[in-house]
């Protein structure tokens, strides 16, 4: 059963501070996903990476996977306050039947203040 | 750009009743998700629908059943609403039926259960 963690889940940082987010994952795939939620709202996709070596970047947040370790990061650079919402990365399915769905890791709540 | 669109957006019953709820995919899309988020927790797949057959089936109770029609709406049916079935319904599209296709989100159906 394909599992999915992230690390750390509560991160509280500075405005200007720059951190990064880990997501890993139990089982062989290719797909990962990474999403940004606001309190009672929907999924807001940040990035869709499908090949080990991707990297992606938009604004102050880059993405990059490493299929082999099975990992990926979400780096935030001079974080400001409107980055504030919790991400979450999410792994396609291995093969079979499970080849579409999304199991979502456990979220980053992140809060920047001043 | 047209949207995943569901419905209704909130929804309140009691306990042992039943609830329907609706998604609409984005145009051409012919696949559907259904994710189901508790308070604070992460999404979690319950079925998905690929071209109107069922493609992948997650932790969904037997209480529940879903269907894709003919238009490629999809429809949750809920019956014996117990209080743990409170919770964000999201339901996502894709063209493909597989996640090499992003997933796009829709508002979620927001279900209370008294």
């Known amino acids: 059963e394909l599992k999915v963690e992230q690390n750390p889940l509560f991160l509280s940082m500075q405005e200007g501070k720059n951190y990064t987010i880990y997501c890993n994952y139990s089982?062989?795939?290719?797909?990962l996903y990474w999403y940004r939620q606001d309190p009672g709202k929907s999924l807001e996709s940040l990035f869709v990476?499908?090949?080990?070596?991707a990297v992606k970047q938009e604004g102050r947040l880059m993405a990059s996977l490493d299929t082999k370790a099975r990992l990926s990061t979400l780096h935030i650079t001079a974080a400001v306050h409107d980055l504030s919402a919790t991400y979450f990365c999410?792994?396609?399915?291995?093969?079979?039947?499970?080849?579409?769905?999304?199991?979502f890791g456990q979220g980053t709540i992140l809060t920047v203040h001043p | 750009a047209a949207g995943v669109i569901q419905s209704p957006r909130h929804l309140i019953k009691e306990k042992r009743e039943t609830a329907t709820l609706k998604c609409y995919p984005i145009?051409?899309?012919?696949?559907v998700y259904w994710y189901q988020q508790g308070p604070g927790q992460d999404p979690q797949f319950l079925i998905s629908?690929?071209?109107?057959?069922?493609?992948d089936k997650g932790s969904i109770p037997d209480r529940f059943s879903a269907q894709q029609f003919s238009d490629y709406h999809s429809e949750l049916n809920m019956s014996s609403l117990e209080l743990g079935d409170s919770a964000l319904y999201f339901c996502?599209?894709?063209?493909?039926?597989?996640?090499?296709?992003?997933?796009?989100f829709g508002p979620g159906t927001r279900l209370t259960v008294l």
């Open positions: 629908f690929y071209e109107k057959m069922q493609s």
């Open positions: 089982t062989t795939s290719d797909r």
């Open positions: 999410a792994v396609g399915g291995a093969g079979g039947t499970s080849y579409g769905k999304l199991t």
């Open positions: 996502a599209s894709s063209y493909g039926g597989n996640s090499y296709n992003e997933q796009f």
């Open positions: 145009p051409r899309h012919d696949t």
């Open positions: 990476l499908l090949s080990n070596g």
